[in-house]
């Protein structure tokens, strides 16, 4: 899980490791946004694949292989239109 991750993270940084070289897979929102937010060297992603949990925010386009990661609230379901339906439905 993430406390884990974080803790291998930091026992990285103590033997001079950069989080940079960090690239989790998944290719799913949730690892998206905590690339994004840990300040890793990146994310393993499948724009057209295991949708909708894969791919990328509603809009966001892949440029030179690189995306730049809208300014939304939550973790990772609500920019992506057909995925906060299926949570939301999954909730009801």
């Known amino acids: 899980g ?10 990285l940084r103590d033997h001079d490791w950069s989080p940079l070289r960090c690239i989790p897979h998944g290719g799913h929102q949730m690892s998206l946004n905590i690339a994004a937010g840990l300040g890793l060297g990146g994310n393993e992603s499948y724009p057209d694949l295991f949708q909708p949990f894969g791919g990328f925010p509603d809009g966001v386009e ?3 292989g690189h995306i ?3 300014e939304l ?19 009801d």
Request: proline share 6%; hydrophobic share 45%; glycine share 8%.
């Open 62 to 64: 892949v440029q030179d």
């Open 73 to 91: 609230p939550g973790i990772g379901f609500e920019g992506k239109a057909d995925l906060i339906r299926e949570m939301r439905t999954l909730s």
């Open 68 to 70: 730049v990661m809208p």
């Open 2 to 11: 993430l406390v884990e991750y974080l803790r291998m993270l930091q026992m």
